[in-house]
Nanobody
């Protein structure tokens, strides 16, 4: 089992930036597919971005061009750099991992999840 811990959330004004981090106490991220999801109050958890073991990245249309997912193998960490933040980006952000080929945009595909970090964007 992979234990994941997110950090880096906070309160930021619209147009600002944040970088979220996801640390793993288990397997190396280089062997896993990693996804970032978010969930706003009263809404379903939605896909934000994914980084597969080979390094390919995928993004939801709503964040494309603003968010960047990346991996630091030396630190065994995955990041989500977010710029040009909008109030509609406000949510709890989760990182998740899976070790086999799956539909990356589906939350149910992932085996392990972090506890989430709150991102609040004020207008």
């Amino acid at each position: 089992q992979v234990q994941l811990t997110e950090s880096g959330g906070g309160l930021v004004q619209a147009g600002g930036s944040l970088r979220l981090s996801c640390a793993s106490s288990g397997r190396s991220f280089s062997l896993l597919h990693v996804g970032w999801f978010r969930q706003a109050p009263g809404q379903e958890r939605e896909f934000v971005a994914a980084l597969i073991w080979s390094g390919s990245t995928y993004y939801a249309d709503s964040v494309k061009g603003r968010f960047t997912i990346s991996r630091d193998n030396a630190k065994n960490a995955v990041y989500l750099q977010m710029i040009s933040l909008k109030p509609e980006d406000t949510a709890v952000y989760y990182c998740a991992t899976v070790g086999r080929p799956v539909p990356l945009g589906t939350a149910g595909s992932y085996d392990d999840w972090g506890q989430g970090t709150q991102v609040t964007v004020s207008s």
